[in-house]
């Protein structure tokens, strides 16, 4: 009895064992995600699983993924990395080498997609972050690429829609010179500005450090330089004092941002202050249209909010290996090959329609892709304003 | 001419935050030889008091409960927001230093810095990291007076500040309690011994320090509405050393020193660049106390008696 039972159970084993594998070798199509459901930020696993999900939905809807006149199953399969780095390196791994994937989506933050892109580079596997703002995520990474712009592209975006906008000459810059995601922009902002209006039209380039409550001197140079605009690339707890104290002083100019203020809490610090005022970021829900509105409308009847832009990307990203997938022309099975060929036609893509904008890649693995330009309404809401693109 | 005009203004409403927390550091300092380095908690333990009361009342209001104007709730926030924060203050010293009255003077430097550390982490247990924005109690008016901008809330804080600064030289200068402070500050061994209870002056010391730390915390939070558990630190050691450079236990030194710091840091930063600003502006104060380590108006020899 005891000796029948653990032949039954080694049968089952077995057969568990090798059965997907059999499938697998002939029609299936494997898509890894590696995103933070557990950790610091499980809302933006959350945003990744949920628009996997739809995805998926949309696949097993068509009947399966048709790539060179072939009908492959899809499977998903996700992968924490709890919003660590080193599980994130660990989760990329497995994926490529336990779960056998073509390609992976994410990580998300660049933390974790630094480190998980080495990996996915080193083992010759495709991997797109949809949200990594990191230039070192894809530097030297053929196989490594990002579904999102990097931070030293807003600069020149932001200078471009004033000249465009308001078709103003001088500018002023108020950024923290302790930190480095603004005062990278503040400078990057600087170089564009004067590229479009000669040097030293960038008429005051004040600074501050963290933690600074106080703006009044630097605000008071800058309303008495002339300035008819002021670039601002801070977080959204800075925001909101820099706004007040710059309206308190009797600036009535545009008062610009960068995608650091894209954060509900930018209205609920700022409050009425900040109403009109302008920023760029990845993508806007309010006043969406087309594909973007459509995608918004269905998440938020599955899972009941509207997506932030971890969901939007994340989305985007997936229809890019989709393309990228269905791009090579047909899957020989050798997953060492297929999964060059899916990184040789990923970075082929040209103009890829997504709803964060149209996208194509540089020889870095980062898009060429449009910015939004979000409008805060007067109720609050972050409204898409126009697009610009590079 | 503008440009000095508005920063003298920016300046005036900058060293009111200085002036009145320096106030309380420099009283429990001349009163019982103590650095109260938990101070500047105390100043942010007001401003989210008053956080709460503001939003109280502002609830009731909107419910019809009590009918109350804007400036009514403001009044109110404040009166109510001392009142309570000089609690804490007492609490502070009846549990903090009290015990340490005998003991030496870093051991209760060292306390002071513990329940500092207890009060922000205490904060941050109970609301979060998250920052909360103070409500906007009176609305924002900008006059415009020939291209110098002043708001209503910056004649309200300078106003109010500079009242509750002659309100406490008044009462330090005329009542007898006020006698009872100056004396033991004069000598804390021996007063006691002619019948002025050192623990009354003691809890009365921390309930006026922090009642003024708190109207700072609340008009703080009016002029710079984004509160987090540890925007007390850094106005904590500035008007720490205002105390200082205004000299042991003086009310007018510490209100003066607290301006000056307010000019020195708002000009300093219009002139040069942010990063360099605290530099220039404590080499600056450095310097004046190499001139005059007492401050403006310390006495030195009843500060060598005890130090």
């Given amino acids: 009895m005891r000796k029948g039972f653990l032949a039954l159970v080694a049968v089952l084993v077995l057969g568990l064992a090798l059965a997907p594998c059999g499938l697998a070798a002939q029609k299936t199509i494997k898509i890894g995600i590696n995103a933070p459901i557990t950790g610091d930020i499980p809302k933006v696993g959350e945003g ?3 628009a996997a999900e739809m995805w998926l939905e949309d696949i097993k809807a068509a009947g399966g993924l048709d790539v060179g006149g072939v009908k492959y199953d899809v499977e998903v399969i996700i992968e924490d990395n709890e919003s660590k780095p080193e599980s994130a390196a660990k989760a990329a791994t497995k994926l490529i080498t336990e779960d056998e994937v073509l390609a992976i989506v994410g990580p998300q933050s660049s933390a974790q997609a630094i480190p998980a892109g080495e990996m996915a580079n080193n083992f010759g596997t495709p991997m797109i972050s949809p949200w990594s703002t990191n230039p070192d995520t894809t530097k030297d990474r053929p196989f490594v690429f990002r579904g999102c712009f990097l931070d030293p592209f807003q600069g020149p975006v932001v200078a471009n829609f004033i000249k465009e906008e308001f078709g103003f000459t001088k500018a002023a810059v108020l950024y923290d010179v302790a930190s480095d995601y603004p005062k990278g922009l503040a400078e990057v902002f600087k170089e564009a500005w004067e590229k479009n209006n000669g040097p030293g039209s960038v008429v005051a380039f004040e600074s501050f450090t963290t933690k600074d409550a106080d703006f009044s001197s630097q605000l008071t140079n800058i309303i008495n330089s002339g300035a008819e605009v002021l670039f601002t690339p801070q977080y959204y707890n800075e925001v909101a004092l820099i706004v007040q104290q710059a309206h308190e002083l009797g600036w009535k100019n545009p008062i610009v941002g960068s995608d650091s203020w894209g954060s509900a809490e930018t209205v609920k610090l700022c409050g009425e202050e900040c109403y009109g005022l302008f920023f760029t970021t990845h993508y806007a829900a309010a006043g969406a249209t087309g594909a973007t509105k459509a995608f918004i409308d269905r998440y938020n009847q599955k899972y009941g909010y509207v997506p932030d832009d971890v969901g939007a990307l994340t989305w985007d990203s997936l229809r890019i290996v989709q393309a990228a997938i269905q791009g090579t022309g047909g899957l020989s099975g050798d997953l060492k090959k297929d999964r060059e060929a899916v990184k040789d036609a990923m970075a082929n893509i040209k103009e890829f329609d997504g709803i964060t904008g149209k996208m194509t890649f540089t020889p870095d693995g980062d898009p060429i892709k449009c910015a939004v330009i979000v409008r805060i309404s007067d109720k609050g809401e972050f409204e898409f304003y126009k697009s610009v693109c590079p | 001419m503008q440009l000095f005009l508005q920063n003298l203004i920016n300046a005036l409403q900058w060293g009111s935050f200085y002036a009145l927390i320096a106030l309380g550091y420099s009283m429990v ?33 909107a419910m019809g409960t009590l009918a109350l104007p804007n400036w009514v709730i403001l009044v109110l926030t404040i009166l109510i927001s001392m009142f309570l924060t000089s609690f804490v203050g007492m609490l502070v010293e009846r549990i903090g230093y009290r015990p340490l009255r005998e003991a030496p003077r870093a051991s209760a430097a060292i306390t002071g810095l513990m329940i500092g550390i207890i009060l922000e982490t205490g904060n941050l247990a109970i609301l979060g990291a998250e920052r909360i924005r103070f409500p906007s109690l009176i609305k924002s008016t900008t006059y415009d007076l020939g291209g110098v901008f002043v708001t209503n809330k910056k004649i309200m804080i300078v106003v109010v500040s500079l009242v509750l600064m002659l309100a406490l030289n008044e009462f330090i200068r005329r009542t007898r309690w006020g006698m009872a402070m100056r004396a033991m500050a004069f000598d804390y061994v021996v007063i006691p011994l002619m019948g002025v209870p050192l623990n009354t002056i003691a809890s009365l010391t921390f309930a006026l320090g922090s009642g003024l730390a708190a109207a700072a915390g609340i008009m ?54 942010s990063s360099v600003r605290d530099l220039i502006a404590y080499s600056i104060i450095l310097l004046i106390l190499v001139f005059r380590p007492h401050g403006f108006f310390g006495e030195p020899h009843s500060a060598k008696l005890r130090l």
């Fill in chain 1, 48 to 50: 990744s699983k949920y």
């Fill in chain 2, 29 to 61: 300092y001349g009163i019982l030889m103590l650095f109260n380095f938990a101070h500047g908690d105390i100043f942010m333990v007001g401003a989210y008091i008053g956080f709460g009361v503001a939003t109280g009342l502002t609830a009731l209001a």
């Fill in chain 2, 220 to 273: 703080f939070a009016i002029a710079y509405p984004v509160l987090d558990p540890y925007i007390g630190i850094i106005y904590g050691w500035k008007a720490f050393v205002a105390a200082i450079l205004g000299g042991r236990g003086s009310v007018k030194g510490a209100c003066l020193a607290g301006f000056l710091l307010g000019f020195i840091e708002i000009f300093v930063g219009a002139y040069m660049p």
